[in-house]
């Protein structure tokens, strides 16, 4: 049963435009969520993260947004860049997050220019 | 500033034969200690996690061991290696308090 679903394998976006990446979870008990990204042949590289009692959290280009009573969240990214092309993560954790993180499989993305 | 080390970066390994990953962390102490694994059109799948020298926790059943013999190393391990077992390994460290993973590059074993 996977708690954490990237329902998006990949998605190609024009180069200027915004990337939406989709995120949904089933385990209520969640609190805290990040956002990885990867390259081929290394390892993931922490994006951007959301407590539980925020609804928006912003970086730079990026935001993620949650929707708790969905249990939703979403990664944007404007305007979308040529090196932004990488495969982005979703995960989960709770209660202090000892226990690892949980992660979706994967959506990736394509910026053409 | 704190840093990951693993190794090696690629492996190919005969089925039936022992496997050893090495993962160390510098300039930090008492940090929790995952494995990772990413397996051809998967996710990232938690195989273990290390919260203290000693204590490993064991996510799913496999055919992997994990210990922890000193505060900043968390080897991978297995007897004898399966086709299954290919696949993308990740070790990866956190402080115990809330922030991003920070993850190792990675070791590609390919079983044959």
């Known amino acids: 049963d996977q708690q954490v679903k990237q329902n998006s394998p990949s998605l190609s976006v024009q180069e200027g435009r915004i990337s939406i990446l989709n995120c949904d979870y089933t385990?209520?008990?969640?609190?805290?969520f990040l956002w990885y990204k990867k390259y081929p042949a290394e390892g993931p590289t922490f994006l951007i993260s959301?407590?539980?009692?925020?609804d928006k959290n912003e970086d730079g280009r990026f935001t993620v947004f949650l929707n708790k009573s969905a249990k939703h969240l979403s990664l944007h990214i404007v305007p979308s860049q040529p090196g932004d092309s990488a495969v982005y993560f979703c995960?989960?954790?709770?209660?202090?997050?000892?226990?690892?993180?949980?992660f979706g499989k994967g959506t990736h993305l394509i910026i053409q220019p | 500033s704190q840093t990951i080390h693993q190794w090696p970066a690629t492996l190919v390994q005969p089925v039936g034969s022992p496997l050893s990953l090495e993962c160390t962390v510098e300039?930090?102490?008492?940090?929790?200690l995952y494995w990772y694994r990413q397996a051809a059109g998967r996710g990232l799948q938690l195989l273990f996690y290390?919260?203290?020298?000693?204590?490993i926790s064991s996510e799913v059943p496999q055919n992997l061991s994990a210990s922890r013999p000193q505060d900043r190393q968390f080897i991978l391990s297995s007897k004898k290696l399966l086709l299954s077992d290919s696949g993308f390994y990740l070790c990866?460290?956190?402080?115990?308090?809330?922030?991003?993973?920070?993850f190792g590059s990675g070791t590609r074993l390919t079983v044959v």
């Open positions: 990866a460290w956190a402080s115990g308090r809330r922030g991003g993973y920070t």
């Open positions: 385990n209520s008990m969640f609190d805290y």
């Open positions: 959301i407590s539980s009692i925020k």
């Open positions: 995960a989960a954790s709770s209660g202090g997050g000892a226990d690892g993180l949980t």
């Open positions: 300039g930090t102490s008492n940090p929790n």
């Open positions: 290390s919260v203290g020298i000693g204590q």
